[in-house]
Every structure is written in structure tokens, then in C-alpha cells.
């Protein structure tokens, strides 16, 4: 036996032996998981809080393995990787602060003659579930503060698809019934981790919070607030009211838009909040790399639907 067959015979036993472990040992490592070892059967779960069969944290996006690592988040939409937005799509508006809300909120109603449904309580929340109001699908765009529990309102046959506007830690204007954490940092990155009270948090949480802005999120931006909400109103296929204009639009924004803050970044004052904040602050800086990045990716519903369609070429040489 050469060195090169004694070499291959090697790491084929090896080989197999690790798999023997892995295969025996999986399930207590992954009592979760979706993975089903030979010759058993994955239990029956009865749940029925989303409309499935089967434990609804297994629903949404991704294979079922690595679901519960993105649960509820992948029951919305990516909105860049699934295009075009289909009529059961739910618009999902998220809005952290209360000028975001009362701006928006009068843009969709007044400007665009949306039906918005504002779900600004958790009991309204709950109640909605009950209701399935995801299943009218885009005949209404849902608002709420909860993103958690406002994602678990939709379903695999009715994804949401969210918007939101992200704005520096300096300028938070928190809705008044978000919760408040016992620790004073990082507010948006343990909300979207749901990493509410340890004492530290780290490149896991944000790496979460990052993944909901980056994939999930049509951007817009406390400076480019305007932009955003056109930018918007094309991704969805909206049209202003008759009789409206852009006016509409920019003199709400004016009237209700808060200037930013400014603090000196060499100053000491500055240290200190990045200090406690810097988690927020990349978040930040996330969310205004994706807004530009969105430029490209976050097109008009036209667009979508023209690239959506099957090429003529492709139809001929399927009917031969």
C-alpha cells in the first residue's frame, strides 16, 4: 500500500467516524432545529398563530434549519433579493419616533389616499392576529412601533414588506409606548436583538440589528427624508391623490422634520456618548450605507414587474 492509498484510507475512517458523532449527537445540540436524524420522526407540533401546521417559527423565508435564528424577521420580506412586490405583500410601516409617525402617517392618508391601519398598542397588536389582517394583503399598509411583534402578524402567504426611517442615537424621538431598558445604551440595537437587559452586548446583537436594516428595511433617512419617502412611494407602486403634488409631501416634512443635532467630535461630551452608544452609532452608519446603496437596488414597481416578465426569446423556444 502506497503512502497516497494509506493517506485517502485514513481520512475515509475518519471521515466516518466523525459523521457517526455528529449523526448521534445532533439532536441534543439542536433540540430546535428542523434537522431530523435516520430513522425517527420529527414530532408533531400543533400551533396555529400564523396559519400553519407545523410550529410557525419554522415558517418564512429560509430553510427551516435557520429559522428560528432570524424568528420573526423572516417573516418579512427581503426587500431588495424579492422582487417584484407582489399584491399579497402586507407594507408594513415601522416608526420608532413620533415625528416619523405623524409625518408618514399624513403623507399616506392625505398625500398618497392610503388606507392605513395604526396598531400603536400591543393589544392591537394581539388583536390583529386574531383578525388575520395580514391576509388583506396591499389593500392596506399596517403601522406599528413593535417590530417584533407586529412581523409575527404575517404568514408565509402574506409576507410584510417594511419601510422604516433610521435617524443618529443624538437625534432618538422614541415613541412614547416603546419600552425603556434597564440599560441606558444602545437602545435600537437591543430592541432589534431582543437583548434587552444584559449588562453587555456585543457583535451578535448588532450583527442582528444589522441584518434587519440591510435586508428587510426600504431605508429612509431623518436628512434625506423627502427623497425617501418618493423612493418609497415608487417601490410600492404608489401615486399621489388627484389634485395633490410633491407639495404635499415636502411642505408636511418641513413643517414637522426636527433639525438634527450636533455635538463637536473632538469634545468630551462626544466620547462619551459614542462610548456608551457605538453599537447605535454603527447602526447608523449601516442604515445610511444601505440608503445609498438602495439607490440601485430599491426600484420603481414598473421596473420590477418589466424584469420580472418572461422574455419573448425564452417563450418561443419553449413553444418549440
Known amino acids: 500500500m502506497n503512502q497516497r492509498t494509506l493517506f485517502l484510507s485514513v481520512i475515509g475512517s475518519i471521515s466516518?467516524?466523525?459523521?457517526?458523532?455528529?449523526?448521534?449527537?445532533?439532536?441534543?445540540?439542536?433540540?430546535?432545529?428542523?434537522?431530523?436524524?435516520?430513522f425517527t420522526k420529527k414530532p408533531k407540533k400543533k400551533h396555529h398563530i400564523l396559519g400553519g401546521e407545523d410550529d410557525d417559527r419554522y415558517h418564512g423565508r429560509y430553510p427551516n434549519s435557520l429559522l428560528t435564528l432570524f424568528f420573526p424577521y423572516t417573516l418579512l420580506r427581503d426587500v431588495v433579493l424579492d422582487q417584484p412586490v407582489e399584491d399579497t405583500d402586507v407594507p408594513f410601516f415601522w416608526h420608532i419616533h413620533k415625528s416619523d409617525e405623524t409625518i408618514m402617517k399624513y403623507i399616506l392618508t392625505t398625500c398618497y389616499g392610503l388606507d392605513t391601519v395604526e396598531l400603536n398598542d400591543l393589544q392591537s397588536v394581539e388583536r390583529a392576529k386574531q383578525v388575520h389582517l395580514a391576509s388583506r394583503g396591499n389593500k392596506i399598509v399596517i403601522t406599528s412601533p413593535f417590530i417584533r411583534q407586529a412581523a409575527e402578524l404575517f404568514d408565509t402567504e402574506n409576507f410584510g414588506r417594511m419601510f422604516c426611517f433610521f435617524r443618529h442615537p443624538l437625534d432618538y424621538d422614541l415613541h412614547d409606548d416603546l419600552p425603556t431598558f434597564s440599560r441606558d445604551d444602545n437602545w435600537l440595537t437591543r430592541l432589534l436583538s431582543d437583548d434587552h437587559d444584559n449588562e453587555v452586548i456585543g457583535f451578535k446583537e448588532l450583527g442582528v440589528a444589522k441584518q434587519v436594516v440591510r435586508q428587510t428595511c426600504v431605508v429612509g433617512t431623518l436628512d434625506k427624508m423627502e427623497l425617501s419617502v418618493y423612493r418609497m412611494a415608487d417601490y410600492y407602486g404608489w401615486?399621489?391623490?388627484?389634485?395633490?403634488?410633491?407639495?404635499?409631501?415636502?411642505?408636511?416634512?418641513?413643517?414637522?422634520?426636527?433639525?438634527?443635532?450636533?455635538?463637536?467630535?473632538?469634545?468630551?461630551?462626544?466620547?462619551?456618548?459614542?462610548?456608551?452608544?457605538?453599537?447605535?452609532?454603527?447602526?447608523?452608519?449601516?442604515?445610511?450605507?444601505?440608503?445609498?446603496?438602495?439607490?440601485?437596488?430599491i426600484i420603481p414597481l414598473a421596473t420590477q414587474l418589466t424584469r420580472a416578465a418572461p422574455d419573448e426569446d425564452e417563450d418561443e423556444e419553449e413553444e418549440e
Open 16 to 38: 466516518i467516524l466523525l459523521f457517526t458523532i455528529v449523526t448521534f449527537d445532533l439532536s441534543s445540540v439542536f433540540p430546535k432545529s428542523s434537522f431530523t436524524l435516520p
Open 239 to 297: 401615486e399621489l391623490q388627484p389634485g395633490q403634488d410633491e407639495t404635499c409631501v415636502s411642505d408636511v416634512i418641513q413643517r414637522y422634520n426636527p433639525p438634527e443635532k450636533w455635538i463637536d467630535h473632538e469634545s468630551e461630551e462626544w466620547y462619551d456618548f459614542y462610548r456608551k452608544n457605538k453599537y447605535d452609532c454603527q447602526l447608523y452608519e449601516l442604515a445610511q450605507s444601505t440608503w445609498r446603496a438602495q439607490i440601485q437596488t
